[in-house]
């Protein structure tokens, strides 16, 4: 795949992950809808992550690479989910959502954030 294909992949899982993660967030937790759609939105942040490690970093400094700093995000996506799962899974609620909080604030809202920077893709599409 290309570079552009792939962002549009990346894009078309990480969109509906927010808005399930948002909708995850603000609304009950432990009924069979947030179970339900906990899976799913774990499920497309996997895959997302996934999809981004083939996605050389074009802005700031290459690690090991072709990966950015941005890719770090990725990482905790690969450990966060699984961690989240496997504690939800033995009951510990607490780890469970301080998994998904993290998932969320970091490799959504953070990561994010710094696709409009400039020189990053996001932030020419938007603002030229």
Same mark, same amino acid.
């Given at each position: ?40 939105? /774990?499920?497309? /942040? ?43 899974? @033995?009951?510990?609620?607490? @780890? ?25 893709? /996001? ?6």
């Amino acid at each position: 795949m290309t570079y552009l294909q792939l962002a549009y992949f990346h894009l078309a899982t990480v969109l509906p992950a927010f808005l399930i993660g948002t909708y995850l967030l603000a609304n009950r937790k432990g009924t069979p809808a947030h179970r339900l759609l906990g899976k799913v939105y /774990m499920t497309l /942040m996997l895959i997302t992550a996934l999809a981004t490690l083939f996605m050389a970093a074009e802005v700031g400094p290459i690690i090991i690479g072709h990966f950015g700093y941005v890719h770090l995000f990725s990482l905790l996506v690969l450990y966060a989910v699984p961690s989240a799962y496997i504690a939800v899974r @033995k009951g510990n609620i607490a @780890k469970h959502k301080r998994s998904m909080v993290l998932l969320y604030i970091g490799a959504i809202l953070l990561a994010g954030v710094f696709t409009f920077m400039p020189g990053r893709m /996001m932030h020419t599409w938007f603002f030229g």
